[in-house]
Every structure is written in structure tokens, then in C-alpha cells.
């Protein structure tokens, strides 16, 4: 809840947030999700304001005045709050510990040993790109065992998603590895071009 700008000046205006705890509030058999995608990119702490400690587990359910309104406000036992973040991204701010402890971490893998992935490799059925998921393997590995990089930067699964067995041909995932991959690769080691070099060529061998 807060002032947006209006024809008249500003006027009071609930949120997201608030809306979608109301609905989650008057349907409490259900649970409800409000995702976050790219959570650290916002100042949370400022984001949440005198909700920041309703977020905590023992306080939900409880009431807190909001500072524009004479109504008192709670986050449901029913609502989960989801925030992604991308913690290879090196401009954006980690979470400050406040906000740390209020939440949950799970990291995500890159999803090349899931079932889901297997099978889907299994559909797409082009030999060329099994050689290349072997390769980013491999370039996953040099990835963790450098000081600078680690598990956070490794390649994941998505710049292969989406493909159909049809429309998959050398071109195709040529230009996966021209303009995703290696660029990706300049990024990371932009001061450590042998090791681009090195990967690059492995990259392009790969689906030779």
C-alpha cells in the first residue's frame, strides 16, 4: 500500500502484496505463492517496509497498523512467499541478513542428470547435442574448481530447452554455441583468454 500518482495528485492505492494476502486471507484452505522472480534486485528491506516482520514464521497471522492506513494488516499462515535470485549476476546486491534469516534457501542445479532432462534429450535425439550437453559438463567442472567462478556460475540446462526433434539441425545448436555459450565464456574468464580459447574450441569440436 502506498501513494501513486493520480489526475488529482496522489492518491492511496493497495499493492500486489496486500491483494493477493486478502485472497489468500478469505480462502484459507488453499495455500498460495507469490513468487519473486529476481528478488535481489530490489531493496527489499525498504520494498517490504513495516511488513518486514510479518514475514517471520511466528508472526504470521499476526496484525500490524500500516502507516497510510488506520487498518491493521497480516500475512496469512497460508501464503509462501518464492523468491528467485540469480547469484552469478555480480551487479546486484545479496540479501542483507535481516531479510537472510526470514527466508529458506534452496540452491537449483543445472538439471542435465534430471529425469526430466533425460528424457527430453532422449526425444530430441540429435547426437550433436548430446556431445554438447557432455562438453558443458566437462566446462562445468573447470567451472566450480576456479576460485572465481564456483557451483553458482555453472551452465545450466536452459539454453538447451525448447528444442523440437524436427527444427534441431548443426545450425541450430551452432548458434547456441556461437551466441550463447561462448560469449557467456568471454564474460566469465574476461581476463583469463586461454581459457576462453580453450572452451570455445572444445564447445565447437563438440558438435563438429
Not at 500475512?75 to 542483507?96: E, F, H, Q
Not at 573447470?142 to 556460475?153: H, N, R, Y
Not at 545450466?156 to 541450430?172: A, R
Request: glycine share 6%; hydrophobic share 40%.
Amino acid at each position: 500500500m502506498g501513494f501513486r500518482p493520480s489526475d488529482i495528485g496522489f492518491e492511496l492505492r493497495k499493492g500486489t502484496f496486500y491483494n493477493f494476502c486478502k485472497r489468500a486471507e478469505l480462502d484459507a484452505v488453499n495455500d498460495y505463492f507469490f513468487i519473486i522472480d529476481e528478488i535481489n534486485r530490489g531493496n527489499l528491506s525498504k520494498i517490504f517496509g513495516e511488513l518486514f516482520m510479518l514475514l517471520e514464521n511466528d508472526k504470521r497471522g499476526a496484525s500490524l497498523p500500516l502507516v497510510y492506513s488506520d487498518e491493521k494488516f497480516s500475512i496469512p499462515d497460508n501464503l509462501y512467499i518464492i523468491g528467485m535470485m540469480n547469484t552469478a549476476d555480480r551487479s546486484l546486491a545479496m540479501l542483507d541478513y535481516a531479510l537472510r534469516r526470514r527466508f529458506a534457501f534452496f540452491e537449483l542445479k543445472p538439471g542435465f542428470e534430471t529425469d526430466g532432462f533425460k528424457n527430453y534429450q532422449l526425444t530430441i535425439n540429435n547426437s550433436k547435442l548430446n556431445n554438447l550437453i557432455t562438453c558443458i559438463k566437462n566446462l562445468n567442472y573447470a567451472i566450480v574448481s576456479d576460485e572465481t567462478l564456483g557451483e553458482g556460475f555453472c551452465i545450466g540446462h536452459s539454453y538447451l530447452c525448447n528444442l523440437k526433434s524436427e527444427s534441431v539441425d548443426e545450425q541450430v545448436i551452432s548458434n547456441i554455441v556461437e551466441y550463447e555459450l561462448v560469449p557467456l565464456l568471454k564474460e566469465y574468464w574476461f581476463d583469463e583468454p586461454n581459457l576462453i580459447i580453450e572452451w570455445s574450441e572444445k564447445l565447437r569440436s563438440a558438435i563438429k
